[in-house]
Structures are given as structure tokens and as C-alpha cells.
């Protein structure tokens, strides 16, 4: 491990050289243990990776130049543009299927044996006893994962079988979404998918750009704006692409789905066209066209599509209490082995003791019985059956059934936030002017004076006044001398909202498809039910909806004006002089615009109050109010202005421009002229905007916080938005404090940054995707350790990448359960991550819900399904498990007792079909019953989420009740075996029916014992085993003789019946039952469980 620190020489913390002499201790412990108990499946596992390597090996990915329209002319080849979502194909299926099933320790064990009796000398039984369960369970196996696989294989069919238009010399052909190649120029419709990465070249729209959705890649609702390469814009006709000669270069494929870079070259022009290409340039695979019709000339095809980069391949889930059952059947192993070497021991190596050893060990192999995959995959279903069914949480489906113990052992929940958390709707709530504040239920004030002030207006214009369309114009130009109005105040601050923004008005057309003609706009076209806004931030659209209902209405925009309606239904024209878009770094946007009617130039801008409270002139409440909002959990911006002369803007736009063409510090030098622009601006209002939680959120977060989980919240979105959320869903509890890490860039700030985390106590971490990616880079195990200890971290700016890094290195780090919740295409890389995926189908469609292992309809149906079905599958699996296992040790325990008496002889005690039986129709329907048990009511796990922090630690299924259950398996068989060879010395001939007899009643008693609520099914359950081993007793009584031959005599009904037998057979049961019985009262009575308190 290299040392923590660089040249930069800060003090290294202790904590640093804590891991080295850890890695060494784990290099030493690699002997014959590690090779036998797991270390043969890791060699195989890496054997099998290192095959898979070879055979195909990843290919550089490039950079390259693609030329319209002839894709012929590329060079290389480039992958196919199929979408493949299957994990097998026809010759993988059955290895693939089988290395699954066959890698549990559990089920290879069973193989060997099975396969052991076809060799004469070691046959101990028939060989149905031992082939047809594991053909039973192999068959369920592959059953279930080939009606996966083809329903997988159907959903990706459909997708590659979409038809597109390609544009050729020859006009249009449809061709598949598969067939499609780089360098082919492909047509999408609106509502259209778009088939594969490509460069956006023309559109039907006339201001040359279009909306596209991108739910499915980053899991943002909003519509994203993207232009059309201008050089190709331009052209008179679509089929004139094919006559110049132009190609793009693009640069290597890459993850990042924010950043491109690119040129677009035309060589058949005089002086050489080059444009540079950005992300807007850009139309991503999996996202939808929303607006007109688009043209691009494709740059990437199926594996090297940004969606399928950041998409990562399921993995096949194994619950931890598989593993832990694992883990038994492995000491039950050892057990089973030093048992058979201590039998032939004691019979002192005689003869062929190898061979008799191995008889031993196939004689004790129902210590491990194969009823326990069978019993727990059924009882699987069987939970899978009952959460599909729960009427409290309808449309909740589960697609992986191997997993639903799971949900009751999670320590972390990572959940993303829009449309997990919010509904992603936003509405207005606040608008602070300073001295005066206006809520949801004194809007109509505003409308008052909005009517008021443009009605004055125009009274003034028409009494000839060249006043223009502000009233206040004279005051504003005197200085700050005059105290404006309150109504000329509200004026500006609406006029502002209403001007400062991205958002486009957008007109279903019912008249042509090229958009209406001029002459209609005022009075068909700007309709009010007609129109829909459409901007890439979902707050933006909530503020212009807002002006719109107090009287200022956004009617028309393009990329160089816009119109407003007015009250009384006047437009008033503005022209976009410049516009100067919202960043993550800068997180402001501002807009210079120019009214038509008095030619008055005005700079808006509006943006976070970190960023905006340097930029306004002095005041002395913004601070405080911005507080006061974001306590209610209302995003705030600050909306402020300038008026410009005619002078100023020009010196400014000739700045401006240069800085625009400088090659070098291109972006510092443009920052630097708008900033020049960005000095004392007049303060005009702050907003307060809410996006509406989903159902339930809060008391959700806090049901599952008092259960002891920890909440992490991964989102793509803004760390001011994070933060706001986070406290209104209270993620983050009132009284405490919240640490926002600084963004750190190097290993020195990272180091920083983190000893100044270290300090804070009980706070919660909030923290950039930037910042991480650092952090991770150079100290991931002090990162994680710190943040562990946090009681809520929320990750803003994530990439869906960078959310599966943080499951696995939570799994890695702390081998803790996660659980990941998300309802986008962006959350399915987390969810496939995570020990238990959930989905959630929200308006970001069911990308999310389908990759998941669970899909619920609803955030707030999570705290039912992780107390209730996840405590009831977890404790019900464990009880059933052990009680399998224990089933499997009380007849070995009995055989071992026989062969020890009758001279250690190798000789079976029951006969196959009694053994067949004994796992089956005598005592699995009562076994099975126990998937029906529960020891709390829901309502009670519910009320008390507390009880779920018991289930974390994993006490229902440990070594110490493994040991409980091994004691008793002894003590039992011990009694049934010896019980019946004391009291039956005389009848010997039927020892068999005597002690099987008392071993079925022991089991159906102990199931009783094991029960803590009775369900009718249970009783039905156990008087039906009961009959049937009545029944049996008197039709196939010749099984029960001892071994080979019946010594001649076949049990006599007569002798059932006889007072002696029944005596006999219930006090071996009393005796090996009572004690039981007592000890599990006593328990109850001096220290009863936490739950049983509640439940009396």
C-alpha cells in the first residue's frame, strides 16, 4: 500500500498506517483451510474470468472521423447497434445456469453423493432417494432463469426491431434500430427514440434547435434544448446533405454524458467551414425527441453509446442468509466427516476402512438434507406471493424471488431524489419584496396591482405620453432617492421573473404540421389551454407559469425575441441581445434584452443567493430571508437588474466577443467581461419556489431512521436543491447541523477538507460528485469511515456511475446490506449494485422498476415492505432452515447411535422409502407451515420500527442457535434411539416402527414448539402429516424391518395396536419433547424477547 501522502507534506494521520499490517495478516492465512473452504471456488472463479478475458478482450476505444451520409468511408469497424440486456445465449445457458446452482457448497455436496451411489460398493439406498430431489431443484432452477432470459430476450428484440429513416442518395429507407452504422444519416419523429449517439445536423423546427427528453439517461424530467450544426441548418433542402462534402471528428467514446467535444468540418466550401461541436450539439442514444423532426448523422453505435457505457450488467443476487446457511453446511460437513472417521475408527480400520468410511459419510448425509433448497426456495415463492398480495401496498411486484429475506437485514437505503423523493412538481409559494412578503393566499394582491400599473400604462399612452411600458420610469432614473411604490415595485420584480429565464412557450399545432402562419398567432395560436412551457429546469417553468396566472403571460419566444401579454391583452416585444445560460459553477443566469417600443436596455439575472449576495447593492435582509425559506424547504433565487445605456452595452458586447474567439482560457476570459457587468445591481425580489414532496416522505424517512437505517441520498441535481430537499423531506432532522464539503480539486485540499469534516460531530455530509471522485481517488477508506458515521450524507452532481461506485464501496467497506431505491434510467446502475435493488415506476417511465428486484408504486410503501415482509421473510426463513437442518441431525444422530451399537456396521436404519418419506409426506407440509408464522403483528412492527434494528444483527440464524438446534438434534435422537432398544429388548423386531414412530410425533410436536401464531393451515398441516403416517403404518409395513432383509418378520397390524407400543411410543416422545417444552416457558417467563413485551 503506498504511503497516504504526497511532496506536499501535511502531517499524515494515524489513521493512514492503521491498513498495513491488515494486509499483510490476510497474505499470511492463504494455507489448506482457505483452499477447502471457499479458496477452490475462488481459483475456479478466476480461471473462469481469465477464459472470459481472453475471449474478448476489450477493444481501444478511439476517436474518429466520421463522413456525412458515406458510412463505407470509416476505416475501422465499429461495434453493432444491438441493445442486449441477456446474460446468456444458446450455448452459455445450460454451463452458465449450472455453475450458478452448482457454486453453493450445499448443492455440490449433494452432486458428489448422488453421483457416489452409482458405484456398486458404496450403494447404500435406491438412487431415486438421492437423484430426485436435486433433479427437482435443478429443474425449478433452470425453469425460472429460461422464462427470464427469453422475456429479456423478447424486450430486447423489440427494441432492435424499431424502424428508423435513412436518408441515402436515393431518398428514404427504413432500416432497423440494429442495422443502423456509424456515418448513416437517420430521421427521428417526435415521440421517437433516438437509436444512437449522434450529431444533430437539421431540424423542422424554424429557430434550428429542438427539445429532446433525457429521463432515461440522467433521470431529469425536464426537456433539454439542442441546435442543429449551423453550416448544415442552413442548407435550402434536406437531400442537399448529400452534395456537400463535410465530416465530423469526434473524440473517443467516454462515459461523461455532460461534456463532448468535437468540430464539424466542410471541405467543399472556399474558405474551409469548421464549427466546434459541444454537448448541444448532441443527441444521445435513449433519449426522445419532443419537439419537430430531427436529422443526425450517427458518431457512436451500441456498446460505445453513452447509455450503454454508463449502464452496468445485472449480477446474480445472493442473500446473506444464503450464504450464512452456506456457511453451516459446511461445519455440518465437517461434522458429518469427523463423525464417519471416528465410526471407523472405533471399528478399528478393519478391512477395506476406506471404503467403509465413505459408506459412513453417504450413511450420514441427511445431516446435510437436500429439503433445505427445496423447502427455502419454496418458501421464497411463497413470501413473493404474499407482498404481491398485501392489499397495503398495491402494484407491488417482485421480479428477483431468490432475495426477500434481504429486505429485513438493510443497514443502508440510498435513494435518488426526483421522483423517489419529490414528485418533481414545482410550485410558487413566496415572493419577498423586502419590506413586504406575499404568500400563496395573497397572490390575487399581486394580480391587483399588475392589472393596476399596465392599466395606467396605457391610459398614459394613449393621452400621448411616450412613457413607455415602465410607470415608474422617471423615479427609477432619479436614483434611489425616491422610495419606489410598493405596486411600481411588484411591477418590476414580475416583469423581471417574467423576462429573465430559458423557457419557450410551445403551441400544439392544429393547422399545418410546419407550425401556424403569421397572421394567426394573436388570436388562435396564443390561447391559453394551447400552450405548454418548455425549459431545461422545471423551477423556471414553475416561475413563468406564476406570472402567467397574475397577469404577465410569456406568449412567444425565439432565439432572438420574446413577446409578453400584458392584462388587458397587449404585446409587448423584447429582443434577446445576449444570454448568459446557468452553470453549476457560476449558478446564476442572466439575460440582456432591449424593449422594443422605448429601445431601453435592461440586464436581468437571477440566481442562488451564495452567488447573487456580492453582485446587488447593500441590504439587510436577504440573508436572513433566504434562511427563513429554506427552513420551509423552498428553493430561493434572487432576481435583480440593471438598466444599461447604449454606450455601455456596446463597449460590453465588443468585450464580450473577443473573449468569445480567444483560443486560450476561453471560458475564464468570458467569465471575466460578464462579471465586469455584475457589480452593483438593484436588488428587486426574492422567490421561493416548492417541489412537492411524494406521499408520505417524511414520516417514511423517519420510520425508517428510528429502525436504524442509514439514508443516503444520491442525486444528479444541484447541491442547492439537495440541500433544500433533504431538509424538507427531513432527511436531515431539525436541530442538526449540515456539513457542505468544499470542493477540493487536488490530494492537498481533499486532506484538508477532510480533517475539517473530521472535527464535526453528528452532522450530515453534503457533498459534489467532483468532490468524491477526488476524495475516492486518494483516501477512500478515511472518506468512508468518516461518512459512515454521518446520520445522512446527500451525493449531489452524481453521475449513475458514480451512485454504483458508492453501493460498492459501502458493500466493500463496512460488508453492511444496501438497499438502493430510484425510479429513472439514471438509477438503474445503483440498483443492479446494491444487495436489494427497489424500483420505483414514476414518470421517468419503467426503466428503473423493470431492472429492479422489487418495484413499488409508491416511496412511502417501503417502510411496509422492509418491516413487515422483510422482517417476516427473514425470521421465517431462518426458523424453517434450522428446523430443515434439524430434521436432517435427529436421524443422523439415530444412525449413529444404531451403527455404533450393532458393532459400527455400515447398515442403513430406514429403509429408502422411509427416509423419502420421512423428508416428505410425513413432515413437510407442518415444516413448510412455519412460511405462515410470524412473531409480531404488522401493525406492531410498524408502530415500532425499533424492533428492526434486532434484525440487522443477525440473531435469528447464528452459530449460537446453530449450536441450540445441534444440542437438541442430539439430545433428541439420542433418547428416540436408545429409548427404543431399552423398553423393546424383547420385541427387537420392531425397533424401526417404534423409533420412527416416535421420531415423527417428536417433529410435529417441535414444529408446534417452533410456532409463535397459530394459523389454521398450520393445524390442518399437522393432523393431515399425522394421518397419512397412520395410513402408512398400516399399508407398508413392509418397510419397517431393519436393513436388507426383514429378519423374516413383517410388522403385524395387531401389534400397532397393542397398549405396550402406544405406552412406550409416548413416553420416548414425552421425554424427548418435555424438556423442551420447559425450558422454552422458563425462557418466555425470566427473559422473554423485546418483541413478546409489545405483543402482550
Given at each position: 500500500?503506498?504511503?497516504?501522502?504526497?511532496?506536499?507534506?501535511?502531517?499524515?494521520?494515524?489513521?493512514?498506517?492503521?491498513?498495513?499490517?491488515?494486509?499483510?495478516?490476510?497474505?499470511?492465512?492463504?494455507?489448506?483451510?482457505?483452499?477447502?473452504?471457499?479458496?477452490?471456488?475462488?481459483l475456479?472463479?478466476?480461471?473462469?474470468?481469465?477464459?472470459?478475458?481472453?475471449?474478448?478482450?476489450?477493444?481501444?476505444?478511439?476517436?474518429?472521423?466520421?463522413?456525412?451520409?458515406?458510412?463505407?468511408?470509416?476505416?475501422?469497424?465499429?461495434?453493432?447497434n444491438?441493445?442486449?440486456?441477456?446474460?446468456?445465449?444458446?450455448?452459455?445457458?445450460?454451463?452458465?445456469?449450472?455453475?450458478?446452482?452448482?457454486?453453493?457448497?450445499?448443492?455440490?455436496?449433494?452432486?458428489?453423493?448422488?453421483?457416489?451411489?452409482?458405484?456398486?460398493?458404496?450403494?447404500?439406498?435406491?438412487?431415486?432417494?438421492?437423484?430426485?430431489?436435486?433433479?427437482?431443484?435443478?429443474?425449478?432452477?433452470?425453469?425460472?432463469?429460461?422464462?427470464?432470459?427469453?422475456?429479456?430476450?423478447?424486450?430486447?428484440?423489440?427494441?432492435?426491431?424499431?424502424?428508423?429513416?435513412?436518408?441515402?442518395v436515393?431518398?428514404?429507407?427504413?432500416?432497423?434500430?440494429?442495422?443502423?452504422?456509424?456515418?448513416?444519416?437517420?430521421?427521428?419523429?417526435?415521440?421517437?427514440?433516438?437509436?444512437?449517439?449522434?450529431?444533430?445536423?437539421?431540424?423542422?423546427?424554424?429557430?434550428?434547435?429542438?427539445?429532446?427528453?433525457?429521463?432515461?439517461?440522467?433521470?431529469?424530467?425536464?426537456?433539454?434544448?439542442?441546435?442543429?450544426?449551423?453550416?448544415?441548418?442552413?442548407?435550402p433542402?434536406?437531400?442537399?446533405?448529400?452534395?456537400?462534402?463535410?465530416?465530423?471528428?469526434?473524440?473517443?467514446?467516454?462515459?461523461?454524458?455532460?461534456?463532448?467535444?468535437?468540430?464539424?468540418?466542410?471541405?467543399?466550401?472556399d474558405?474551409q467551414?469548421?464549427?466546434?461541436?459541444?454537448?448541444?450539439?448532441?443527441?444521445?442514444?435513449?433519449?426522445?425527441v419532443?419537439?419537430?423532426?430531427?436529422?443526425?448523422?450517427?458518431?457512436?453505435?451500441?456498446?460505445?453509446?453513452?447509455?450503454?457505457?454508463?449502464?452496468?450488467?445485472?449480477?446474480?443476487?445472493?442473500?446473506?442468509?444464503?450464504?450464512?446457511?452456506?456457511?453451516?453446511?459446511?461445519?455440518?460437513?465437517?461434522?458429518?466427516?469427523?463423525?464417519?472417521?471416528?465410526?471407523?475408527a472405533?471399528?478399528?480400520?478393519?478391512?477395506?476402512?476406506?471404503?467403509?468410511?465413505?459408506?459412513?459419510?453417504?450413511?450420514?448425509?441427511?445431516?446435510?438434507?437436500?429439503?433445505?433448497?427445496?423447502?427455502?426456495?419454496?418458501?421464497?415463492?411463497?413470501?413473493?406471493?404474499?407482498?404481491?398480495?398485501?392489499?397495503?401496498?398495491?402494484?407491488?411486484?417482485?421480479?428477483?424471488?431468490?432475495?426477500?429475506?434481504?429486505?429485513?437485514?438493510?443497514?443502508?437505503?440510498l435513494?435518488?431524489?426526483?421522483?423517489?423523493?419529490?414528485?418533481?412538481?414545482?410550485?410558487?409559494?413566496?415572493?419577498h419584496?423586502?419590506?413586504?412578503?406575499?404568500?400563496?393566499?395573497?397572490?390575487?394582491?399581486?394580480?391587483?396591482?399588475?392589472?393596476?400599473?399596465?392599466?395606467?400604462?396605457?391610459?398614459?399612452?394613449?393621452?400621448?405620453?411616450?412613457?413607455?411600458?415602465?410607470?415608474?420610469?422617471?423615479?427609477?432614473?432619479?436614483?434611489?432617492?425616491?422610495?419606489?411604490?410598493?405596486?411600481?415595485?411588484?411591477h418590476?420584480?414580475?416583469?423581471?421573473?417574467?423576462?429573465?429565464?430559458?423557457?419557450?412557450?410551445?403551441?400544439?399545432?392544429?393547422?399545418?404540421?410546419?407550425?401556424?402562419?403569421e397572421?394567426?398567432?394573436?388570436?388562435?395560436?396564443?390561447?391559453?389551454?394551447?400552450?405548454?412551457?418548455?425549459?431545461?429546469?422545471?423551477?423556471?417553468?414553475?416561475?413563468?407559469?406564476?406570472?402567467?396566472?397574475?397577469?404577465?403571460?410569456?406568449?412567444?419566444?425565439?432565439?432572438?425575441?420574446?413577446?409578453?401579454?400584458?392584462?388587458?391583452?397587449?404585446?409587448?416585444?423584447?429582443?434577446?441581445?445576449?444570454?448568459f445560460?446557468f452553470?453549476?459553477?457560476?449558478?446564476?443566469?442572466?439575460?440582456?434584452?432591449?424593449?422594443?417600443?422605448?429601445?431601453?436596455?435592461?440586464?436581468?439575472?437571477?440566481?442562488?443567493?451564495v452567488?447573487?449576495?456580492?453582485?446587488?447593492?447593500?441590504?439587510?435582509?436577504?440573508?436572513?430571508?433566504?434562511?427563513?425559506?429554506?427552513?420551509?424547504?423552498?428553493?430561493?433565487?434572487?432576481?435583480?437588474?440593471?438598466?444599461?445605456?447604449?454606450?455601455?452595452?456596446?463597449?460590453?458586447?465588443?468585450?464580450?466577443?473577443?473573449?468569445?474567439?480567444?483560443?486560450?482560457?476561453?471560458t475564464?476570459?468570458?467569465?471575466?467581461?460578464?462579471?465586469?457587468?455584475?457589480?452593483?445591481?438593484?436588488?428587486?425580489?426574492?422567490?421561493?419556489?416548492?417541489?412537492?414532496?411524494?406521499?408520505?416522505?417524511?414520516?417514511?424517512?423517519?420510520?425508517?431512521?428510528?429502525?436504524?437505517?442509514?439514508?443516503?441520498?444520491?442525486?444528479?441535481?444541484?447541491?442547492e436543491?439537495?440541500?433544500?430537499?433533504?431538509?424538507?423531506?427531513?432527511?436531515?432532522?431539525?436541530?442538526?447541523?449540515?456539513?457542505?464539503?468544499?470542493?477540493?480539486?487536488?490530494?492537498?485540499?481533499?486532506?484538508?477538507?477532510?480533517?475539517?469534516?473530521?472535527?464535526?460531530?453528528?452532522?450530515?455530509?453534503?457533498?459534489?460528485g467532483?468532490s468524491?471522485?477526488?476524495?475516492?481517488?486518494?483516501?477512500?477508506?478515511?472518506?468512508?469511515?468518516l461518512?459512515?458515521?454521518?446520520?445522512?450524507?446527500?451525493?449531489?452532481?452524481?453521475?449513475?456511475?458514480?451512485?454504483?461506485?458508492?453501493?460498492?464501496?459501502?458493500?466493500?467497506?463496512?460488508?453492511?446490506?444496501?438497499?438502493?431505491?430510484?425510479?429513472?434510467?439514471?438509477?438503474?446502475?445503483?440498483?443492479?449494485?446494491a444487495?436489494?435493488?427497489?424500483?420505483?415506476?414514476?414518470?421517468?417511465?419503467?426503466?428503473?422498476?423493470?431492472?429492479?428486484?422489487?418495484?413499488?408504486?409508491?416511496?412511502?410503501?417501503?417502510g411496509?415492505?422492509?418491516?413487515?415482509?422483510?422482517?417476516?421473510?427473514?425470521?421465517r426463513?431462518?426458523?424453517?432452515?434450522?428446523?430443515?437442518?434439524?430434521?436432517?441431525?435427529?436421524?443422523?444422530?439415530?444412525?449413529?447411535?444404531?451403527?455404533?451399537?450393532?458393532?459400527?456396521?455400515?447398515?442403513?436404519?430406514?429403509?429408502?422409502?422411509?427416509?423419502?418419506?420421512?423428508?416428505?409426506?410425513?413432515?413437510?407440509f407442518?415444516?413448510?407451515?412455519?412460511?405462515?408464522?410470524?412473531?409480531?403483528?404488522?401493525?406492531m412492527?410498524?408502530?415500532?420500527?425499533?424492533?428492526?434494528?434486532?434484525?440487522?444483527?443477525?440473531?435469528?440464524?447464528?452459530?449460537?442457535?446453530?449450536?441450540?438446534?445441534?444440542?437438541?438434534?442430539?439430545?433428541?435422537?439420542?433418547?428416540?434411539?436408545?429409548?427404543?432398544?431399552?423398553?423393546?429388548?424383547?420385541?427387537?423386531?420392531?425397533?424401526?416402527?417404534?423409533?420412527?414412530?416416535?421420531?415423527?410425533?417428536?417433529?410435529?410436536?417441535?414444529?408446534?414448539?417452533?410456532?409463535?401464531?397459530?394459523?389454521?393451515?398450520?393445524?390442518?398441516?399437522?393432523?393431515?402429516?399425522?394421518?397419512?403416517?397412520?395410513?402408512?403404518?398400516?399399508?407398508?409395513?413392509?418397510?419397517?424391518?431393519?436393513?436388507?432383509?426383514?429378519?423374516?418378520?413383517?410388522?403385524?397390524?395387531?401389534?400397532?395396536?397393542?397398549?405396550?407400543?402406544?405406552?412406550?411410543?409416548?413416553?420416548?416422545?414425552?421425554?424427548?419433547?418435555?424438556?423442551?417444552?420447559?425450558?422454552?416457558?422458563?425462557?418466555?417467563?425470566?427473559?422473554?424477547?423485546s418483541?413478546?413485551?409489545?405483543?402482550?
Open positions: 500500500m503506498p504511503l497516504m501522502m504526497s511532496e506536499e507534506g501535511f502531517e499524515n494521520d494515524e489513521s493512514d498506517y492503521q491498513t498495513l499490517p491488515r494486509a499483510r495478516v490476510n497474505q499470511r492465512q492463504r494455507g489448506l483451510g482457505w483452499f477447502l473452504f471457499g479458496g477452490w471456488k475462488v475456479c472463479g478466476s480461471c473462469c474470468d481469465c477464459l472470459a478475458h481472453i475471449c474478448r478482450r476489450k477493444k481501444e476505444l478511439k476517436a474518429r472521423t466520421v463522413w456525412l451520409g458515406c458510412p463505407e468511408k470509416c476505416e475501422e469497424k465499429f461495434p453493432k444491438t441493445i442486449k440486456n441477456q446474460k446468456y445465449n444458446i450455448v452459455t445457458f445450460v454451463p452458465g445456469v449450472l455453475y450458478q446452482q452448482f457454486k453453493f457448497f450445499l448443492n455440490l455436496y449433494f452432486l458428489v453423493v448422488a453421483c457416489s451411489q452409482f458405484v456398486p460398493s458404496l450403494k447404500i439406498g435406491y438412487l431415486y432417494t438421492y437423484w430426485a430431489p436435486l433433479a427437482f431443484v435443478l429443474a425449478v432452477t433452470v425453469v425460472r432463469e429460461a422464462v427470464d432470459e427469453v422475456r429479456r430476450f423478447q424486450r430486447d428484440k423489440e427494441m432492435n426491431s424499431q424502424l428508423y429513416s435513412k436518408l441515402t436515393r431518398g428514404k429507407i427504413q432500416v432497423k434500430s440494429s442495422d443502423i452504422q456509424v456515418g448513416d444519416l437517420i430521421i427521428v419523429e417526435k415521440n421517437q427514440r433516438i437509436p444512437a449517439d449522434m450529431i444533430f445536423l437539421r431540424t423542422s423546427e424554424k429557430n434550428g434547435a429542438c427539445f429532446i427528453r433525457t429521463d432515461q439517461l440522467d433521470g431529469e424530467t425536464d426537456w433539454k434544448l439542442k441546435v442543429a450544426v449551423g453550416c448544415t441548418q442552413r442548407l433542402a434536406v437531400g442537399d446533405l448529400f452534395s456537400i462534402s463535410a465530416y465530423v471528428y469526434a473524440q473517443r467514446p467516454q462515459l461523461d454524458i455532460h461534456s463532448f467535444e468535437g468540430n464539424f468540418t466542410r471541405e467543399d466550401a474558405p467551414i469548421h464549427e466546434s461541436l459541444s454537448i448541444e450539439n448532441t443527441l444521445w442514444a435513449s433519449t426522445v419532443a419537439s419537430g423532426t430531427v436529422i443526425g448523422v450517427v458518431i457512436y453505435t451500441g456498446k460505445e453509446t453513452r447509455s450503454v457505457l454508463n449502464t452496468s450488467y445485472a449480477k446474480n443476487k445472493v442473500g446473506l442468509l444464503d450464504l450464512e446457511l452456506n456457511r453451516l453446511t459446511k461445519a455440518l460437513f465437517l461434522a458429518q466427516v469427523v463423525l464417519s472417521v471416528v465410526m471407523v472405533l471399528q478399528g480400520f478393519v478391512g477395506p476402512w476406506f471404503r467403509n468410511l465413505f459408506r459412513f459419510v453417504v450413511l450420514f448425509s441427511y445431516i446435510i438434507p437436500i429439503s433445505l433448497r427445496v423447502n427455502l426456495d419454496m418458501g421464497k415463492s411463497a413470501y413473493g406471493w404474499m407482498i404481491m398480495k398485501d392489499e397495503n401496498i398495491p402494484g407491488t411486484v417482485v421480479r428477483t424471488s431468490t432475495i426477500p429475506e434481504e429486505l429485513g437485514r438493510l443497514v443502508y437505503l435513494t435518488d431524489k426526483t421522483g423517489t423523493l419529490t414528485q418533481n412538481e414545482m410550485i410558487f409559494k413566496r415572493l419584496l423586502g419590506t413586504v412578503s406575499y404568500g400563496t393566499d395573497t397572490m390575487d394582491e399581486i394580480q391587483s396591482h399588475i392589472v393596476q400599473s399596465y392599466a395606467q400604462v396605457t391610459s398614459q399612452s394613449s393621452n400621448g405620453s411616450t412613457s413607455g411600458s415602465t410607470p415608474s420610469r422617471k423615479s427609477q432614473s432619479s436614483g434611489p432617492k425616491v422610495r419606489k411604490s410598493v405596486s411600481s415595485r411588484i418590476e420584480a414580475v416583469k423581471a421573473i417574467a423576462l429573465c429565464h430559458n423557457v419557450t412557450p410551445v403551441y400544439e399545432s392544429h393547422t399545418s404540421v410546419n407550425g401556424e402562419t397572421t394567426a398567432e394573436a388570436d388562435q395560436d396564443f390561447s391559453d389551454d394551447n400552450r405548454t412551457y418548455q425549459a431545461s429546469s422545471p423551477d423556471e417553468v414553475a416561475l413563468v407559469r406564476w406570472t402567467e396566472s397574475v397577469g404577465l403571460t410569456l406568449v412567444n419566444r425565439d432565439l432572438t425575441s420574446l413577446q409578453l401579454k400584458t392584462p388587458s391583452g397587449q404585446i409587448l416585444s423584447f429582443y434577446i441581445l445576449q444570454i445560460p452553470t453549476s459553477e457560476s449558478k446564476r443566469m442572466g439575460i440582456i434584452v432591449r424593449e422594443e417600443s422605448t429601445g431601453d436596455i435592461t440586464f436581468y439575472m437571477k440566481g442562488a443567493d452567488a447573487m449576495a456580492s453582485i446587488v447593492q447593500y441590504n439587510d435582509w436577504l440573508e436572513e430571508e433566504c434562511g427563513n425559506m429554506a427552513r420551509e424547504g423552498l428553493r430561493t433565487l434572487v432576481v435583480a437588474k440593471k438598466s444599461l445605456s447604449e454606450e455601455q452595452y456596446q463597449d460590453f458586447e465588443n468585450r464580450y466577443n473577443q473573449a468569445k474567439l480567444s483560443i486560450h482560457d476561453r475564464l476570459k468570458v467569465a471575466a467581461v460578464v462579471e465586469s457587468l455584475e457589480r452593483e445591481m438593484e436588488l428587486l425580489c426574492l422567490t421561493g419556489v416548492e417541489d412537492q414532496l411524494q406521499a408520505d416522505v417524511r414520516p417514511t424517512l423517519e420510520l425508517l431512521r428510528n429502525a436504524g437505517i442509514k439514508i443516503w441520498m444520491l442525486t444528479g441535481d444541484k447541491l436543491t439537495a440541500t433544500c430537499i433533504a431538509k424538507s423531506s427531513h432527511l436531515v432532522s431539525r436541530n442538526q447541523d449540515i456539513h457542505v464539503f468544499r470542493p477540493v480539486s487536488n490530494r492537498g485540499e481533499a486532506h484538508l477538507e477532510l480533517n475539517a469534516f473530521r472535527r464535526k460531530h453528528d452532522c450530515a455530509l453534503v457533498i459534489s467532483d468524491l471522485e477526488v476524495c475516492l481517488r486518494y483516501y477512500e477508506h478515511e472518506f468512508v469511515e461518512a459512515c458515521q454521518c446520520p445522512a450524507v446527500v451525493c449531489c452532481r452524481c453521475s449513475p456511475t458514480q451512485k454504483a461506485q458508492i453501493v460498492r464501496l459501502l458493500q466493500q467497506h463496512t460488508a453492511n446490506r444496501t438497499c438502493a431505491i430510484g425510479d429513472g434510467g439514471n438509477d438503474v446502475s445503483m440498483i443492479q449494485a444487495d436489494c435493488g427497489i424500483g420505483i415506476e414514476g414518470k421517468e417511465g419503467k426503466q428503473a422498476s423493470l431492472a429492479a428486484d422489487f418495484s413499488i408504486t409508491q416511496f412511502k410503501h417501503i411496509r415492505l422492509l418491516m413487515v415482509h422483510g422482517r417476516n421473510s427473514y425470521k426463513s431462518a426458523a424453517l432452515g434450522q428446523f430443515v437442518m434439524h430434521r436432517g441431525m435427529i436421524i443422523s444422530t439415530m444412525q449413529a447411535v444404531f451403527s455404533s451399537i450393532f458393532f459400527f456396521a455400515s447398515v442403513p436404519l430406514y429403509q429408502g422409502f422411509l427416509m423419502v418419506g420421512y423428508a416428505t409426506i410425513y413432515t413437510m407442518p415444516v413448510f407451515s412455519l412460511v405462515l408464522d410470524q412473531d409480531v403483528k404488522p401493525e412492527a410498524l408502530l415500532y420500527p425499533e424492533l428492526y434494528k434486532d434484525l440487522t444483527k443477525g440473531r435469528s440464524l447464528s452459530f449460537k442457535t446453530f449450536l441450540i438446534w445441534v444440542l437438541i438434534s442430539v439430545y433428541q435422537g439420542g433418547i428416540l434411539m436408545y429409548g427404543a432398544l431399552v423398553l423393546f429388548e424383547s420385541e427387537f423386531v420392531h425397533v424401526v416402527a417404534i423409533s420412527f414412530t416416535a421420531l415423527i410425533l417428536t417433529e410435529l410436536l417441535m414444529v408446534a414448539l417452533t410456532i409463535r401464531t397459530w394459523h389454521w393451515l398450520m393445524v390442518v398441516a399437522e393432523f393431515f402429516s399425522f394421518g397419512c403416517y397412520l395410513a402408512s403404518l398400516a399399508f407398508l409395513n413392509e418397510y419397517f424391518g431393519i436393513g436388507r432383509v426383514s429378519f423374516g418378520a413383517f410388522l403385524d397390524l395387531s401389534f400397532i395396536t397393542t397398549w405396550p407400543f402406544l405406552w412406550k411410543v409416548s413416553a420416548i416422545t414425552l421425554v424427548s419433547c418435555l424438556p423442551l417444552y420447559i425450558i422454552k416457558y422458563l425462557k418466555r417467563k425470566f427473559s422473554p424477547p418483541y413478546s413485551k409489545l405483543s402482550s
